[in-house]
């Protein structure tokens, strides 16, 4: 599997701004998708943002215009820089990394973004 390692994450005022990292080393599978999910405490787990190899992107709507993913510099890495926060953005976010059609995928091990009001 593909460790996946994320940082970025933290305590913030509401309005305020947070940039996420993810990079994936070790790859044994050609990466198609960087995505970055999140959990809150009772909901399930849902997409924020993720990114294809061709720089295709995809995000909830909860988050557009708020949040930009992108792809760094180094192979194999993805930023979430996000603006505006709000309380509701509070929750676990997890870098997802993914084969196409997701025939293989790995997960990190989640980053705690806390929104204060």
């Known amino acids: 599997q593909v460790p996946v390692v994320e940082s970025g994450g933290g305590l913030v005022q509401a309005g305020g701004s947070l940039r996420l990292s993810c990079a994936a080393s070790?790859?044994?599978?050609?990466?198609?998708?960087m995505g970055w999910y999140r959990q809150a405490p009772g909901k399930q787990r849902e997409l924020v943002a993720q990114?294809?190899?061709?720089?295709?992107?995809v995000y909830a709507d909860s988050v557009k215009g708020r949040f930009t993913i992108s792809r760094g510099n180094a192979a194999n890495t993805v930023y979430l820089q996000m603006n505006s926060l709000r309380a509701e953005d509070t929750a676990v976010y997890y870098c997802?990394?993914?084969?196409?059609?997701?025939?293989?995928?790995?997960w990190g091990q989640g980053t705690q973004v806390t929104v204060s009001s």
């Open positions: 990114i294809t190899s061709g720089g295709t992107t």
């Open positions: 070790g790859s044994i599978f050609s990466i198609n998708t």
């Open positions: 997802n990394v993914a084969a196409l059609y997701h025939t293989r995928e790995a």
